[in-house]
């Protein structure tokens, strides 16, 4: 039996397409969000207005978060700063943008609480990223610190979930996952320096190319 509504952090990415594919199979009513924060790999924002329309969601909301982009200092939003063309080191990258993950959800959270809904659904893997954002325990902080400020919730006693179905997954199983869901990763993007075609050097490139060959594609 499917949940009743999710609305999914929609990047155009392969995690969050998969995420995207994954909530048309448990959830009833899909929405989705994505976020122009002056990243340098802005034209993911088109893939995810196309997944967006494969899938049908009710309502694709595009936000802009213009202060990301004066905090400077990371390599995604200040100009001054390459993209490294490596793998991801142990330690938080130069391409870690300070509280992102944390704005994202808090943005969605205002959205949950206007249209109702209860699951908000965010592809963070923690096995394989060095970001502060993107485990487990930052998930559950943040769903404690929503529900504590949500009007919806408040009012009808029930409880917004943060949907991480991704956590202790690598990037080959959301590979394998994505390709029994039937995502359409060629109409994903990945790559941080936003070239077109991808750069194939920065650590998201390196990590999808590696995780599409483990499952036969290029």
């Not at 048309?24 to 969000?33: N, R």
């Not at 917004?160 to 202790?168: A, E, H, Q, R, V």
Request: hydrophobic share 40%.
């Amino acid at each position: 039996m499917k949940e009743k509504n999710i609305i999914v952090l929609l990047s155009g990415g392969m995690d969050s397409a998969t995420l995207l594919w994954l909530a048309k199979e448990k959830f009833e009513d899909i929405y989705a969000i994505s976020f122009f924060y002056g990243q340098k790999h802005s034209i993911e924002l088109e893939y995810a207005k196309e997944l967006a329309r494969m899938v049908n969601v009710k309502q694709h909301f595009i936000v802009e978060i213009p202060h990301l982009k004066q905090l400077g200092k990371n390599a995604l939003t200040d100009d001054s700063l390459e993209i490294p063309s490596e793998s991801y080191p142990d330690e938080p990258p130069i391409t870690t943008v300070p509280m992102r993950n944390l704005t994202f959800l808090s943005i969605a959270a205002a959205f949950a609480d206007v249209y109702e809904i209860e699951n908000i659904g965010i592809g963070i893997h923690s096995l394989d990223s060095p970001y502060p954002d993107c485990r487990a325990e930052f998930a559950s902080a943040t769903e404690a610190a929503i529900n504590s400020s949500s009007v919806m919730v408040a009012k009808k006693k029930n409880r917004i979930k943060i949907y991480t179905p991704f956590l202790g997954m690598s990037k080959v199983d959301i590979a394998k996952l994505g390709k029994q869901l039937g995502v359409p990763f060629e109409k994903t993007y990945s790559c941080y320096k936003g070239t077109n075609p991808p750069c194939g050097e920065c650590a998201t490139c390196i990590q999808r190319e590696e995780a599409l060959k483990s499952i036969g594609l290029r």
